[in-house]
């Protein structure tokens, strides 16, 4: 048997750490929920490291220069209808890909759900939301989805698997987050917080004039 190359060995390690982180994430993110108000105060910085489980207020925007991004991510995963797909399905075309952290007892995270809906629904066919809920059982997030009209796909990130993958591109605890992913999967922006449809027309817009 040939010995794994020392490239395969660090790619590996990446994969477990990022398990890792998200699973500490996950139960982090559900500590704090203990202490989660409703009352939207203080900055958006500031609430991404706190305990309440959530970010009130409008989202931080974040871009990341091409040159500075990290290589492109992947992560295979079920959605609420049975369907399996991956990241890399969804960008097998040069699609834009957006991915939405949320929760269904998260205040931002139900204000920001009919401007993701329009942003879905305007971009239909040239870029792919995802929505990753990190907390609730199916129940809870099927629930959610059909009082909100939601048409993009949605999974359940129980594990921590998505969130461990954006440890790198999202403080801890971030809820509501979105992240932006070049053509080529690479993180090419973040709102920490709830997004307009306004501001993640435009990200989504400057990933699509790159190609």
């Not at 629930?143 to 698997?161: H, I, R, T």
């Amino acid at each position: 048997m040939r010995p794994a190359s020392s490239s395969a060995m660090r790619t590996e390690i990446r994969k477990h750490t990022r398990r890792a982180v998200g699973a500490v994430f996950a139960c982090a993110l559900a500590a704090g929920l203990a202490a989660c108000s409703n009352t939207e105060t203080g900055g958006v910085a500031e609430q991404a490291g706190s305990q309440q489980g959530y970010v009130s207020g409008s989202g931080v925007v974040t871009q990341i220069p091409k040159n500075e991004r990290t290589e492109p991510i992947d992560l295979e995963f079920t959605l609420l209808d049975g369907q399996k797909t991956s990241l890399a399905d969804v960008r097998k075309n040069g699609t834009i890909t957006v991915i939405n952290l949320w929760y269904a007892a998260c205040p931002p995270c139900r204000k920001e759900a009919p401007e993701l809906e329009e942003v879905a629904e305007k971009y239909e066919g040239k870029a792919q939301l995802i929505g990753a809920n990190v907390r609730d059982q199916e129940a809870a997030a099927q629930a959610f989805v059909e009082n909100f009209n939601v048409s993009y796909p949605v999974m359940l990130d129980s594990d921590g698997e998505m969130v461990g993958l954006l440890s790198d591109v999202l403080p801890p605890r971030a809820t509501p987050s979105t992240v932006v992913l070049d053509s080529e999967g690479r993180p090419a922006a973040r709102v920490v917080g709830a997004v307009e449809a306004s501001t993640l027309s435009g990200l989504i817009d400057d990933a699509m004039k790159e190609d």
